[in-house]
């Protein structure tokens, strides 16, 4: 089983240049979602998704978009990178049921910005 | 604004010790996720909290739920080295998954 796929895993970006991060997942499942993780701390939500064709703002949006024209891909987008964007970029989905509403999350995407 | 906050940040400990994390939020929901992430790794599900009043138990790990007083507490017995990581709880706030600062906890020979 692939489950969430994030590519990629390392990039480095210049001040000013954009790049997408990619995501897919295999178990079809409808939400999906965008993390961020600063050196030792928590994580924040970027952006996430309760199905294709919707996307909502999470706690730290500033700086980046969203889009989710299918179930199974939810790419993030960052704009005139900044170094306060460097980062461990997690992406994760997950299918809300009777058992609870747990993550599934990818190997992350390591970004830093210079 | 909901907040997760868990404490402590930071615990060492003895193998062969006990010890509680908690873990406080500020809405009334009543769903509550442990993670664990070890070093430069993602994170990884331990368990998932539906009720006021649930328990889950594994291995060493007991994690319960006290939607009440928005708590919950993942008690630590018999520390073994294995257990060294990141232990993050996460609240469903209707779509919007907080998590707390996490717990970066060492166990010491």
């Known amino acids: 089983n692939a489950g969430v796929t994030q590519t990629p895993k390392f990039r480095i970006l210049k001040i000013g240049q954009s790049m997408t991060l990619q995501c897919t997942q295999d178990?079809?499942?409808?939400?999906m979602y965008w993390y961020r993780q600063d050196p030792g701390m928590g994580l924040k939500l970027i952006y996430y998704s309760v199905g294709a064709g919707i996307t909502d703002k999470g706690e730290v949006p500033n700086g980046y978009n969203v889009s989710r024209s299918t179930t199974e891909d939810f790419p993030l987008r960052l704009e005139l990178a900044a170094p306060s964007q460097t980062s461990v970029y997690f992406c994760?989905?997950?299918?809300?049921?009777?058992?609870?509403?747990?993550?599934?999350f990818g190997e992350g995407s390591w970004l830093t910005v210079v | 604004e909901l907040k997760v906050e868990q404490n402590p940040l930071f615990l060492s400990m003895q193998e062969g010790k006990n010890y509680t994390i908690y873990c406080n939020y500020s809405?009334?929901?009543?769903?509550l996720y442990w993670y664990r992430q070890d070093p430069g790794k993602s994170l990884e599900s331990l368990f998932v909290l539906l009720s006021n009043g649930a328990v889950k138990q594994e291995g060493r790990l007991m994690a319960s739920l006290d939607t009440k007083a928005r708590l919950s507490t993942l008690h630590i017995t018999a520390a073994v080295h294995d257990l060294s990581a990141t232990y993050f709880c996460?609240?469903?706030?209707?779509?919007?998954?907080?998590f707390g600062a996490g717990t970066r906890l060492t166990v010491k020979p």
């Open positions: 809405t009334t929901s009543d769903r």
């Open positions: 994760a989905s997950s299918y809300p049921g009777e058992e609870g509403n747990t993550i599934y």
């Open positions: 178990m079809n499942h409808n939400y």
């Open positions: 996460a609240v469903d706030n209707n779509n919007d998954m907080r």
